[in-house]
Nanobody, 111 residues
Framework: QVQLVESGGGLVQPGGSLRLSCAASASIFNLYLMDWYRQGPGKQRELVARITKDNNTNYLDSVKGRFTISRDNAKNTVYLLMTGLKSEDTAVYYC?????WGQGTQVTVSS
């Protein structure tokens, strides 16, 4: 069965914003800290942001001050608000928890 489902990707101009969502099954959401990873063209997958069950957060240096990760415990959903988007943010973004991965959502930043 599907455990993590991402949504919210798309095409945006430089400087624009997007909000990604990751809906998780309750068993995963209540057990694990939640991450967003990304993989750009020709690049390795990298950790973008992490949030613990206590709402402690960590960010990749290049997105600090621009991206915000948050979680809604009532909806078993994690969000990634991305502002001030740059072309180098173009990637497939993946939700991750424990040993589970979502299918990914494409974010393209281009004029």
């Amino acid at each position: 069965q599907v455990q993590l489902v991402e949504s919210g990707g798309g095409l945006v101009q430089p400087g624009g914003s997007l909000r990604l969502s990751c809906a998780a099954s309750a068993s995963i959401f209540n057990l694990y800290l939640m991450d967003w990873y990304r993989q750009g063209p020709g690049k390795q997958r990298e950790l973008v942001a992490r949030i613990t069950k206590d709402n402690n957060t960590n960010y990749l240096d290049s997105v600090k001050g621009r991206f915000t990760i948050s979680r809604d415990n009532a909806k078993n959903t994690v969000y990634l608000l991305m502002t001030g988007l740059k072309s180098e943010d173009t990637a497939v973004y993946y939700c991750h928890a424990g040993r589970f991965w979502g299918q990914g959502t494409q974010v393209t930043v281009s004029s």
